[in-house]
């Protein structure tokens, strides 16, 4: 039997995602299924239009066994620090293969250049010039490998294909990774199917396009219509009220600090405080992160202190409690399932995200769900 491995977002679950769990049960038919996902706050910086108790409905209708939440404190990071926690989790789960999507779906060639970027010297020397030259950090990691091996990797996929797999070979984790090709462009705002990325979803969503084409009949009815705008007036006030130690907080750096105070005294919302700010150093997701970080008061400080001293279980199947079952006394940090104050720094961190998503979206169930919650099972 094998035990299978899937980091992702779900927002929102798409024919997509359910095209890689149907092939992931041709490839390995015998499986367990386990899935670490970012709960209502995502890499990107943005916000989940499914709160993470329905993502894991979702989840378990459709074939997936084991259903983890990724913390607030690594799903809101750069993908690097996102994969660490996400790997480090389902290497605690005694996973043996890590399965994701791949725009190149050349697994070999991507294992090299994760060696390369962890062995290679000049590799790191390339991207601190490309950095110095005021490059964003994600353009200077792809133009080094590119300079190094005349290979261009810069499809988001890829690259974080690139972290899950720098942090197999770092740690010596017996994982194999394996690649689905992804059948859509990320970025891409071309509808020539009906398996479309997220981002597209959401922006027709937003528009009050149909989008039932797009997802599986179980999505629809969890869907909210939700953006970071409806964040904007608790944002504003974090910032005016903490405008004299922005920099306080994680990723807020290098000074940008002073274009968000200078620009949110006249941006009316969002999206264009977030457009006054951009700078070619900054890529609209880092900016994205480092807002979510000063709305929900993420220090630096904090995230010094934060790591993965839990695993918090929201659903499974009855396969999936008979495989936890099997190795629970071969796991060396607590499994929880509820929220419980001051035992943890990165739950304490999770428990403050998901309250100021239940506050934005009236939903204040959420928080009750937080304390009392049972995982969902799907018989």
Avoid at 139 to 150: G, V, Y
Avoid at 189 to 201: R, T, V, W
Avoid at 225 to 244: A, T
Wanted: net charge positive; with cysteine.
């Amino acid at each position: 039997m094998n035990v299978i491995g899937i980091v992702c977002e779900y927002n929102p679950f798409h024919l997509g995602h359910l095209y890689q769990l149907k092939k992931i049960k041709e490839m390995y038919p015998h499986s367990i299924i386990i899935v670490v996902c970012s709960s209502n706050f995502t890499q990107r910086g943005d916000v989940s239009i499914i709160n993470k108790w329905d993502k894991t409905k979702i989840a378990l209708d459709y074939g997936v066994d084991i259903f983890i939440e990724l913390p607030f404190g690594y799903a809101t990071q750069s993908s690097d620090i996102f994969a660490k926690g996400a790997i480090e989790i389902l290497n605690h789960l005694k996973i043996d293969t890590l399965v994701f999507g791949s725009e190149s779906n050349n697994i070999q060639e991507l294992i090299n250049l994760a060696n390369i970027q962890l062995n290679n010297k000049e590799y790191n020397n390339i991207v601190k010039d490309y950095l110095d030259n005021g490059i964003n950090y994600p353009t200077a990691l792809s133009k080094a490998l590119s300079d190094i091996t005349n290979t261009t990797i810069n499809k988001p996929n890829d690259l974080l294909g690139l972290s899950y797999i720098k942090e197999i070979i770092k740690n010596d984790y017996k994982i194999t990774p394996v690649t689905i090709k992804r059948t859509n462009d990320y970025h891409s705002k071309d509808i020539n199917s009906n398996i479309i990325n997220a981002s597209l979803i959401r922006k027709l969503l937003i528009e009050k396009n149909d989008i039932t084409n797009y997802i599986p009949n179980n999505t629809y009815k969890y869907l909210k219509l939700l953006s970071l705008n409806d964040f904007y007036p608790y944002l504003k006030y974090q910032i005016i009220n903490n405008s004299n130690k922005l920099n306080n907080y994680q990723t807020v750096d290098e000074g940008i600090e002073n274009r968000i105070i200078k620009n949110i005294y006249k941006s009316s919302n969002y999206n264009e405080l977030v457009m006054n700010i951009k700078t070619k150093r900054y890529t609209y997701n880092k900016i994205n992160r480092m807002l979510l970080h000063i709305l929900t008061n993420f220090t630096k400080e904090e995230a010094q202190s934060i790591k993965i001293d839990y695993i918090r279980l929201l659903g499974f199947t009855n396969a999936g409690q008979k495989y936890l079952n099997s190795i629970k006394k071969d796991i060396n940090i607590p499994i929880i399932t509820r929220y419980k104050p001051n035992i943890s720094n990165l739950l304490d961190l999770e428990f403050r995200a998901n309250s100021i998503y239940a506050f934005v979206t009236n939903n204040f169930e959420l928080i009750k769900l937080e304390y009392n919650s049972k995982p969902i099972i799907k018989n």
